[in-house]
């Protein structure tokens, strides 16, 4: 079966710039997570989708960030405006979405430089 | 969540076993304890996981003492390709709260397969 996929897989901005980031998890899954990786540091939580309505945004900076499932199936996650800290890996990952013990299915992520 | 504790780094020559120990001292009866790793340049790839018991797959077994205050992740025939960063997490069991699905990871182990 296909794996999560993300695009793009590389972006280097400028600081105040916006930038979006684009998630398809595996084919029926109903719950999709978006993790920030700032080097050296394991993934943090970012937001939990499950189908599109959300699980857990608490550790989501909402004046930049913001995300959305509209058809719950792929998601979008947006920086505006983007600051140097948020340079970082931006990891999608999904699950079936019947029960807390499910495995993670993780992307590739998106390698994010801000300058 | 319980926090574990995992040493930094390891190493282990190829063919050996690798076995990578992880204290979770103040975890709760509902809590599971899961393995992933990361590759370099990779997303987060799930291992294995479990409550009390020893488990085994295809990939790795798990030890976790009688009181599961520690734990420890056996690879029986360290590659090459094991080398990566591994994350030893409890997960709560039961749905609720924010801890629903919630994955927290530490910064993990290096671990550095030699030839």
């Known amino acids: 079966e296909a794996g999560v996929a993300q695009s793009p897989r590389y972006k280097i901005i400028e600081k105040r710039q916006s930038v979006a980031f684009w998630c398809n998890p595996i084919?029926?899954?109903?719950?999709l997570y978006w993790y920030q990786q700032i080097l050296g540091q394991g993934p943090k939580l970012l937001i939990q989708?499950?189908?599109?309505?959300?699980?857990?945004d608490s550790q989501l900076p909402k004046d930049r960030f913001s995300a959305e499932r509209l058809k719950g199936v792929d998601s979008t996650l947006k920086i505006q405006p983007a600051k140097l800290e948020d340079s970082a890996v931006y990891l999608c990952?999904?699950?079936?979405?019947?029960?807390?013990?499910?495995?993670?299915?993780f992307g590739p992520g998106t390698r994010l430089l801000v300058l | 969540d319980a926090k574990t504790t995992q040493p930094p780094s390891m190493d282990c020559a190829e063919g050996r076993a690798a076995n990578l120990p992880c204290n979770h001292s103040?975890?709760?009866?509902?809590?599971?304890v899961y393995w992933y790793r990361q590759i370099h340049s990779q997303g987060p790839q799930y291992i294995i996981h479990?409550?009390?018991n020893n488990e085994t797959n295809e990939m790795a077994s798990l030890i976790i003492t009688e009181d599961r205050k520690s734990s420890t992740l056996i690879l029986p025939h360290a590659t090459l390709r094991d080398t990566a960063v591994y994350y030893c997490?409890?997960?709560?069991?039961?749905?609720?709260?924010?801890?629903?699905?919630?994955?927290?990871f530490g910064q993990g182990t290096i671990l550095t397969v030699h030839p």
């Open positions: 990952a999904s699950s079936l979405g019947r029960g807390v013990q499910e495995t993670q299915y």
């Open positions: 084919s029926g899954h109903a719950t």
């Open positions: 989708f499950q189908n599109n309505g959300v699980v857990d």
């Open positions: 103040t975890i709760s009866g509902n809590e599971y």
């Open positions: 479990g409550l009390k």
């Open positions: 997490i409890v997960r709560v069991g039961n749905a609720g709260g924010t801890s629903y699905g919630k994955l927290t």
